[in-house]
């Protein structure tokens, strides 16, 4: 009897926990896609990029049923995050908390669907260092969940067992369940909110790969954006660049990468190789010009 009575406790704790969350929490509509949001300021909703038709209007649902039109702020692909203005939103914030999550520690999702909570309960199957997404996004954690994620959940606030959330819920690749964590939401909705979209770090140099004598690769520019960050340091056409911060790069997608985990606006030494002379200059990232 005890141990039915305890696990009538754990279960009642958990429904309250998702009862409290629920308000803060909104269905998402675009065009042919119903995803779910979260409250992240006040009349600023995040949902993923990834569940956002790329044209036509964009509504939500709140707790209440209330149905909003919403202002697209700004999107970041690489990091999955979309930012929205609701302008008359109702429903209140739900503030990420400061902490550590640890593998084993019980989970839940708080979604939305057809005018109703929807939750997912489950484990914290892993959690790992900063990766960088497929698209080239720096991601402040990895924290994968031992759950079943639908379609119209992604987007949902992730919890712990004491009602914390710690990050937005997205489906990964193999239908694993990934947590954009707290840090990195608040770092690129802050950035969008300041100006519409996230800087790229931006060279300026066409890059091909190129076999070295001593069986490595580097990057040889083959063309150059006459204002870009890369002639303006004197990169020339021909040059082959060997390292990257004093990294050898083992291939032009390894610079690639290199290059976009690099801040808009740091200074890096390149090592390269011109008319067979070793030369070594310091290149100012830039941002990206919108196209």
Excluded: C
Aim: aromatic share 4%; glycine share 12%.
């Amino acid at each position: 009897m005890a141990t039915t009575s305890s696990l009538a406790q754990l279960s009642a704790s958990f429904a309250e926990l998702a009862a409290a969350v629920a308000p803060s929490i909104v269905e998402v509509q675009s065009r042919n896609s119903l995803a779910t949001g979260f409250v992240w300021r006040e009349e600023l909703v995040i949902t993923p990029d990834e569940t956002l038709a790329d044209e036509g209007s964009i509504e939500i649902e709140e707790y209440d049923g209330t149905v909003r039109t919403v202002a697209l702020v700004g999107r970041d692909a690489a990091t999955d995050i979309a930012l929205l203005r609701v302008v008359g939103l109702k429903a209140p914030v739900k503030a990420f908390a400061n902490l550590a999550v640890r593998p084993g520690g019980l989970a839940m999702v708080i979604a939305a669907a057809d005018s109703a909570p929807l939750i997912a309960f489950g484990g914290i199957a892993a959690v790992g260092p900063a990766w960088q997404s497929m698209r080239g996004g720096t991601i402040d954690a990895r924290v994968e969940l031992d759950l079943r994620l639908r379609h119209r959940a992604e987007g949902g606030l992730a919890i712990d067992g004491g009602g914390a959330a710690f990050g937005m819920a997205v489906r990964g690749p193999r239908g694993r369940t990934l947590v954009i964590p707290a840090a990195t939401i608040d770092r690129v909705a802050a950035q969008l909110l300041a100006n519409g979209r996230v800087p790229l770090a931006y060279l300026g140099a066409g890059l091909k790969d190129v076999p070295l004598d001593d069986g490595g690769h580097g990057g040889m520019v083959m063309t150059l954006d006459r204002d870009g960050p890369a002639a303006r340091a004197g990169l020339h056409q021909g040059d082959i660049i060997l390292s990257w911060a004093g990294r050898r790069i083992p291939h032009v997608g390894g610079l690639l990468q290199a290059l976009r985990a690099t801040p808009v606006g740091s200074e890096v030494i390149v090592v390269l190789r011109r008319g067979g002379a070793p030369l070594e200059i310091r290149v100012t990232i830039g941002d990206r010009p919108e196209r």
